[in-house]
């Protein structure tokens, strides 16, 4: 099968296409990405050469241009994904995550594909106590979790109307290598890495649930060869954390790796105005995976984080690349100016 994976550059995706080319070498993969701030192709590097993985530049908008491609099957990350970006600008989060899917699902219905849509927990909004299940209320609080609430109705409705085959994953947080360190856990180890203010938004008692990036890989993969056409499953690792907790952990065990002295890392919280809207705790219920698709996760938090730390520490200069902005670089060098489009 060829498969078209949107937005591979990504965190997630660039997690996901390596593991499918590793996991499935029956598989050819496109990795079809518009190299957003977010997409860095250096997440890639290692298997950039492989016979059965090509790298097309595009937005998922382009229509006419997805159309041209050849593939029998589509695996969809491509997003715009952090909350806060979304407060400050909504319209490239409408325009991405609900136009593009929109696109996506017209090309799917064309040829008749298989399309998995990879969607998060935020779409149910907030829940003071006990678990969403897939039953749950589409409730979105931010502009980010409108705009994904928005393309799972679309996937919906494209079943309902045209019986398209189509599926929705609800993933919780994620962390692991290749995090763009804009979000929390990695924005922790490398502000920690280099004295930096660790910014505290609100009483920092918020709570997420942690999954390891490989787990929702897995997950995924599962999903796509296995489950029935218009099912939605939630991923979850079970793994309700709050922020201080995991700001806590993080600064104590990089003290532990590094040496760095452990009151002065702490010295380094700062708290902040808290994020508008923000969504109190998300609390997910997995079972629904592991009961019909023998799915759970792997990955010990308490492992999957001091691995996370061990490779932050040592690939260093991939987010310092980031945050200096060289890596926007890469794509030139490897691929010349051109943009497939
Ligand atoms: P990311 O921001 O790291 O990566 C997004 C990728 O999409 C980038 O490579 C970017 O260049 C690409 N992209 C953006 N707009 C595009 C467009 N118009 N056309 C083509 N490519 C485009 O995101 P992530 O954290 O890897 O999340 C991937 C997906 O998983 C998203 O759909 C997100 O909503 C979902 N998700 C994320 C998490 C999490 O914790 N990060 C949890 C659950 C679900
Ligand atoms: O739940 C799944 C979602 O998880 C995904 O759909 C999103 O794409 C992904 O970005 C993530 O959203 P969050 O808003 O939960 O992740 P973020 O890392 O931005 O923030 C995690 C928590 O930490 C949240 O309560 C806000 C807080 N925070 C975040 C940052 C960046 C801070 O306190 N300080 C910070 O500097």
Redesign the pocket.
């Known amino acids: 099968m060829k498969i078209l994976v949107?937005?591979?550059?990504?965190?997630?995706?660039?997690?996901f296409v390596r593991y499918l080319i590793g996991s499935h070498p029956e598989h050819t993969v496109i990795n079809?990405?518009?190299?957003?701030?977010?997409?860095?192709l250096e997440?890639l590097r290692d298997i950039e050469d492989l016979p059965n993985y090509t790298f097309v530049r595009?937005?998922?908008?382009?229509r006419p241009f997805l159309d041209s491609l050849e593939f029998d099957a589509i695996i969809?990350?491509?997003?715009?994904?952090?909350v806060d970006r979304s407060i400050l600008d909504s319209f490239?989060f409408l325009?991405?995550?609900v136009i593009?899917t929109q696109s996506l699902l017209e090309v799917a219905r064309k040829r008749n594909c298989r399309m998995l849509?990879?969607?998060?927990?935020?779409v149910y909004g907030s829940i003071a106590q006990g678990l969403f299940t897939e039953a749950s209320p589409i409730e979105p609080n931010s502009p980010?979790a409108a705009s994904?609430a928005s393309s799972d109705l679309l996937v919906r409705a494209y079943h309902e109307t045209f019986g398209l085959d189509v599926m929705i994953?609800?993933?919780?947080?994620?962390?692991g290598p290749?995090?763009?360190p804009e979000?929390l856990i990695p924005l922790v180890i490398s502000h920690a890495v280099e004295g930096k203010q660790i910014p505290i938004y609100g009483d920092g008692k918020y709570v997420r649930d942690w999954?390891h990036?490989a787990d929702?890989c897995r997950a995924i993969d599962i999903v796509f060869h296995k489950a029935r056409a218009g099912s939605v499953y939630n991923?979850g690792g079970m793994n309700e954390q709050m922020n201080i907790e995991i700001i806590g952990s993080l600064l104590t065990k990089l003290a532990e790796k590094t040496g760095l002295d452990r009151n002065s890392l702490f010295n380094l919280l700062t708290p902040v105005r808290d994020r508008l809207g923000h969504d109190r705790r998300y609390a997910i219920d997995p079972s629904k995976i592991e009961r019909d698709l023998g799915w759970k996760p792997e990955t010990g938090f308490e492992q999957g984080l001091s691995e996370t730390i061990d490779w932050y520490l040592a690939n260093r200069q991939w987010w310092e690349r980031i945050i200096s902005g060289d890596y926007l670089d890469y794509y030139k060098t490897q691929y010349g100016e051109r943009f497939n489009e």
Do not use: M, W
Request: charged fraction near 15%; proline fraction near 2%.
């Open positions: 949107t937005g591979g550059a990504g965190f997630i995706g660039s997690n079809f990405d518009k190299l957003t701030y977010a997409g860095n997440n595009g937005d998922i908008c382009n969809h990350f491509a997003a715009e994904s952090h490239p325009q991405t995550n593009g849509h990879v969607s998060t927990d935020e980010y994904k994953t609800r993933c919780s947080n994620n962390y290749y995090q763009f979000k999954l990036v929702h991923i």
